[in-house]
Protein backbone atom coordinates (compact mmCIF):
# COMPACT_ATOMS: atom_id res chain seq x y z
CA UNK A 1 0.00 0.00 0.00
CA UNK A 2 1.49 3.02 -0.95
CA UNK A 3 1.95 6.30 1.53
CA UNK A 4 -1.31 8.02 -0.26
CA UNK A 5 -3.54 5.44 0.23
CA UNK A 6 -1.76 4.56 3.88
CA UNK A 7 -3.17 8.71 4.39
CA UNK A 8 -6.54 8.11 2.61
CA UNK A 9 -7.60 4.92 5.00
CA UNK A 10 -6.26 6.99 8.07
CA UNK A 11 -8.53 9.66 7.34
CA UNK A 12 -10.92 7.53 6.53
CA UNK A 13 -10.92 5.54 9.56
CA UNK A 14 -10.72 8.73 11.74
CA UNK A 15 -14.32 10.34 9.83
CA UNK A 16 -16.33 10.76 12.80
CA UNK A 17 -19.56 8.74 12.37
CA UNK A 18 -21.96 10.37 15.32
CA UNK A 19 -21.94 13.76 16.71
CA UNK A 20 -22.90 14.06 20.29
CA UNK A 21 -25.02 16.94 20.92
CA UNK A 22 -24.23 18.30 24.39
CA UNK A 23 -26.53 21.61 25.50
CA UNK A 24 -25.22 23.20 28.36
CA UNK A 25 -26.23 25.91 30.75
CA UNK A 26 -23.67 26.48 33.51
CA UNK A 27 -22.40 23.35 34.01
CA UNK A 28 -19.16 24.61 34.64
CA UNK A 29 -18.63 22.00 37.31
CA UNK A 30 -19.86 19.00 35.12
CA UNK A 31 -18.56 18.98 31.80
CA UNK A 32 -15.28 18.46 31.95
CA UNK A 33 -16.14 15.26 33.87
CA UNK A 34 -18.78 14.33 31.13
CA UNK A 35 -16.23 14.94 28.04
CA UNK A 36 -13.70 12.99 30.26
CA UNK A 37 -16.51 10.53 30.06
CA UNK A 38 -16.59 9.69 26.40
CA UNK A 39 -13.47 9.81 25.89
CA UNK A 40 -12.91 6.75 27.58
CA UNK A 41 -16.11 4.90 27.05
CA UNK A 42 -16.79 5.77 23.30
CA UNK A 43 -14.54 3.73 20.84
CA UNK A 44 -17.27 5.29 17.71
CA UNK A 45 -15.31 8.36 15.63
CA UNK A 46 -17.43 11.01 17.21
CA UNK A 47 -17.26 14.97 17.39
CA UNK A 48 -17.99 16.98 20.67
CA UNK A 49 -20.49 19.15 20.00
CA UNK A 50 -21.62 21.88 23.01
CA UNK A 51 -24.12 24.51 22.77
CA UNK A 52 -24.34 26.82 25.03
CA UNK A 53 -26.95 29.56 25.58
CA UNK A 54 -25.29 32.74 27.02
CA UNK A 55 -21.49 33.71 25.85
CA UNK A 56 -20.83 34.72 29.59
CA UNK A 57 -21.60 31.38 30.94
CA UNK A 58 -19.43 30.14 33.11
CA UNK A 59 -19.07 26.79 31.13
CA UNK A 60 -17.45 28.15 28.02
CA UNK A 61 -13.79 28.87 29.96
CA UNK A 62 -13.46 25.62 30.84
CA UNK A 63 -14.62 24.19 27.21
CA UNK A 64 -12.12 26.26 26.11
CA UNK A 65 -9.35 24.25 27.84
CA UNK A 66 -10.93 21.48 26.73
CA UNK A 67 -10.16 22.59 23.40
CA UNK A 68 -6.42 22.83 23.89
CA UNK A 69 -6.18 19.13 24.29
CA UNK A 70 -9.40 17.56 22.24
CA UNK A 71 -9.91 18.90 18.53
CA UNK A 72 -13.32 16.89 18.41
CA UNK A 73 -14.90 19.47 20.67
CA UNK A 74 -16.62 22.21 19.51
CA UNK A 75 -18.89 24.96 20.92
CA UNK A 76 -21.65 26.74 19.29
CA UNK A 77 -23.89 29.44 21.15
CA UNK A 78 -27.98 29.81 20.62
CA UNK A 79 -28.89 32.48 18.06
CA UNK A 80 -31.64 33.49 20.18
CA UNK A 81 -31.44 33.22 24.03
CA UNK A 82 -31.73 30.43 26.78
CA UNK A 83 -33.50 27.60 26.36
CA UNK A 84 -32.78 23.82 25.98
CA UNK A 85 -35.21 23.68 22.97
CA UNK A 86 -33.46 26.27 21.57
CA UNK A 87 -30.25 24.49 22.04
CA UNK A 88 -31.08 21.26 20.99
CA UNK A 89 -32.37 22.60 17.59
CA UNK A 90 -29.15 24.63 17.31
CA UNK A 91 -27.73 21.34 17.68
CA UNK A 92 -29.35 19.78 15.49
CA UNK A 93 -28.64 22.22 12.70
CA UNK A 94 -24.46 21.59 13.62
CA UNK A 95 -24.57 17.83 12.82
CA UNK A 96 -22.99 16.82 10.01
CA UNK A 97 -22.14 13.16 10.91
CA UNK A 98 -25.11 10.09 9.73
CA UNK A 99 -25.38 9.60 13.30
CA UNK A 100 -26.88 12.01 16.55
CA UNK A 101 -26.22 11.50 19.85
CA UNK A 102 -28.35 13.73 22.49
CA UNK A 103 -26.90 13.77 25.74
CA UNK A 104 -27.31 15.80 29.02
CA UNK A 105 -23.89 17.85 30.53
CA UNK A 106 -24.91 17.19 33.86
CA UNK A 107 -23.36 13.77 34.52
CA UNK A 108 -26.41 12.27 34.44
CA UNK A 109 -25.98 10.03 31.60
CA UNK A 110 -23.46 7.04 31.13
CA UNK A 111 -21.72 7.36 28.07
CA UNK A 112 -20.94 3.65 27.90
CA UNK A 113 -24.43 3.05 26.28
CA UNK A 114 -23.45 5.00 23.45
CA UNK A 115 -21.65 2.78 21.65
CA UNK A 116 -24.44 0.30 22.15
CA UNK A 117 -26.99 2.68 20.34
CA UNK A 118 -24.80 3.27 17.90
CA UNK A 119 -24.72 -0.81 17.44
CA UNK A 120 -28.07 -0.36 17.24
CA UNK A 121 -28.74 1.78 14.96
CA UNK A 122 -26.05 0.05 12.32
CA UNK A 123 -27.81 -3.26 12.14
CA UNK A 124 -31.29 -1.44 10.91
CA UNK A 125 -32.65 0.92 13.47
CA UNK A 126 -33.68 4.45 13.20
CA UNK A 127 -33.72 5.67 16.60
CA UNK A 128 -32.42 3.86 19.99
CA UNK A 129 -33.45 5.38 23.32
CA UNK A 130 -31.16 4.71 26.41
CA UNK A 131 -33.67 2.72 28.79
CA UNK A 132 -33.85 3.22 32.45
CA UNK A 133 -36.96 0.83 32.96
CA UNK A 134 -35.73 -2.30 31.44
CA UNK A 135 -33.13 -5.33 32.58
CA UNK A 136 -30.10 -3.43 33.34
CA UNK A 137 -31.57 -0.21 33.17
CA UNK A 138 -31.29 1.87 36.78
CA UNK A 139 -32.51 5.40 38.07
CA UNK A 140 -30.18 6.08 40.49
CA UNK A 141 -30.84 8.47 43.53
CA UNK A 142 -34.21 9.90 41.54
CA UNK A 143 -36.14 12.16 43.55
CA UNK A 144 -39.12 9.95 44.16
CA UNK A 145 -41.63 12.06 42.03
CA UNK A 146 -39.67 12.39 39.21
CA UNK A 147 -38.84 8.77 38.95
CA UNK A 148 -42.44 7.73 39.57
CA UNK A 149 -44.07 10.33 37.01
CA UNK A 150 -41.35 9.59 34.13
CA UNK A 151 -41.26 5.77 34.70
CA UNK A 152 -45.36 5.74 34.72
CA UNK A 153 -45.76 7.85 31.74
CA UNK A 154 -43.00 6.19 29.97
CA UNK A 155 -44.12 2.68 30.31
CA UNK A 156 -47.72 3.55 30.06
CA UNK A 157 -47.47 5.42 26.87
CA UNK A 158 -45.76 2.10 25.70
CA UNK A 159 -48.69 -0.26 26.48
CA UNK A 160 -51.13 2.48 24.94
CA UNK A 161 -49.97 3.15 21.63
CA UNK A 162 -46.96 0.24 20.74
CA UNK A 163 -44.27 2.48 20.90
CA UNK A 164 -41.43 0.24 20.91
CA UNK A 165 -39.64 1.77 24.13
CA UNK A 166 -40.20 1.82 27.62
CA UNK A 167 -38.54 5.44 28.52
CA UNK A 168 -39.64 7.52 25.79
CA UNK A 169 -39.15 10.47 28.41
CA UNK A 170 -35.65 9.72 28.18
CA UNK A 171 -33.30 12.81 26.37
CA UNK A 172 -30.19 10.41 26.01
CA UNK A 173 -30.59 8.86 22.76
CA UNK A 174 -29.02 8.03 19.20
CA UNK A 175 -30.78 8.29 15.52
CA UNK A 176 -30.26 8.52 11.95
CA UNK A 177 -29.81 12.74 11.16
CA UNK A 178 -32.15 12.35 8.19
CA UNK A 179 -34.86 11.88 10.56
CA UNK A 180 -34.40 15.69 11.18
CA UNK A 181 -35.10 16.27 7.59
CA UNK A 182 -38.49 14.48 8.33
CA UNK A 183 -39.61 15.81 11.46
CA UNK A 184 -41.15 19.15 11.92
CA UNK A 185 -40.09 19.82 15.68
CA UNK A 186 -42.41 21.86 17.57
CA UNK A 187 -41.51 21.66 21.42
CA UNK A 188 -40.45 24.82 22.91
CA UNK A 189 -39.41 24.45 26.28
CA UNK A 190 -36.87 22.10 25.56
CA UNK A 191 -36.83 18.25 27.76
CA UNK A 192 -39.95 17.40 25.60
CA UNK A 193 -38.74 17.53 22.50
CA UNK A 194 -37.25 14.24 22.85
CA UNK A 195 -40.49 12.74 23.63
CA UNK A 196 -42.05 14.38 20.56
CA UNK A 197 -38.93 13.13 18.68
CA UNK A 198 -39.37 9.65 19.79
CA UNK A 199 -43.31 9.66 19.33
CA UNK A 200 -43.08 11.12 15.78
CA UNK A 201 -40.57 8.87 14.53
CA UNK A 202 -42.81 5.83 15.87
CA UNK A 203 -45.56 7.28 13.34
CA UNK A 204 -43.43 7.53 10.45
CA UNK A 205 -43.00 3.78 10.44
CA UNK A 206 -39.07 4.24 11.75
CA UNK A 207 -37.66 1.22 13.13
CA UNK A 208 -37.58 2.14 17.13
CA UNK A 209 -35.17 0.28 19.80
CA UNK A 210 -33.91 0.81 23.10
CA UNK A 211 -30.92 0.20 25.43
CA UNK A 212 -30.40 -0.38 29.11
CA UNK A 213 -28.68 2.39 30.79
CA UNK A 214 -27.91 4.22 34.19
CA UNK A 215 -28.94 7.39 35.04
CA UNK A 216 -27.95 9.15 37.87
CA UNK A 217 -29.23 12.34 39.61
CA UNK A 218 -26.55 15.20 39.44
CA UNK A 219 -24.29 16.10 42.05
CA UNK A 220 -22.93 19.33 41.26
CA UNK A 221 -24.96 22.65 40.20
CA UNK A 222 -28.54 23.45 40.26
CA UNK A 223 -31.21 21.14 38.23
CA UNK A 224 -32.93 22.82 35.69
CA UNK A 225 -35.73 20.58 35.34
CA UNK A 226 -38.60 22.00 37.04
CA UNK A 227 -41.02 18.70 36.82
CA UNK A 228 -44.39 21.02 37.38
CA UNK A 229 -43.33 23.66 35.01
CA UNK A 230 -42.39 21.38 32.12
CA UNK A 231 -45.59 18.23 32.65
CA UNK A 232 -48.02 20.33 30.59
CA UNK A 233 -45.44 20.13 27.67
CA UNK A 234 -44.50 16.49 28.39
CA UNK A 235 -48.76 16.07 28.23
CA UNK A 236 -49.23 16.96 24.85
CA UNK A 237 -46.97 14.76 23.12
CA UNK A 238 -48.57 12.25 25.48
CA UNK A 239 -51.90 12.75 24.83
CA UNK A 240 -50.80 13.55 21.09
CA UNK A 241 -49.53 10.26 20.62
CA UNK A 242 -52.52 8.30 22.45
CA UNK A 243 -54.99 10.54 20.18
CA UNK A 244 -52.70 9.12 16.93
CA UNK A 245 -53.21 5.65 17.83
CA UNK A 246 -56.52 5.77 18.25
CA UNK A 247 -57.18 7.76 14.85
CA UNK A 248 -55.07 4.90 13.08
CA UNK A 249 -57.16 2.22 14.72
CA UNK A 250 -60.69 3.62 13.88
CA UNK A 251 -59.14 4.30 10.08
Request: charged share 25%; aromatic share 8%.
Amino acid sequence: MTSRNILLEYNKAMKAAVDIILPAYHEQENIAAVIAGINKEVKAAHNIKIILQDRKDPTFPVIKKLQKKNRRIKVYFTPDGVGLAKALKTGFQKVTTPLVVEMMSDSSDDPSSIDRMIKKINRGYDLVCASRNIRGGKRLHAPLLKKMLSFGGSVSLQYLTGLKTSDATNAFKCFRRDLLKEIKLESNRGFELPLELTVKAHYLGKKIGEVPTVWRERKNGNSHFKIFNLLPHYLRWYFWSIEKNVTRMLT
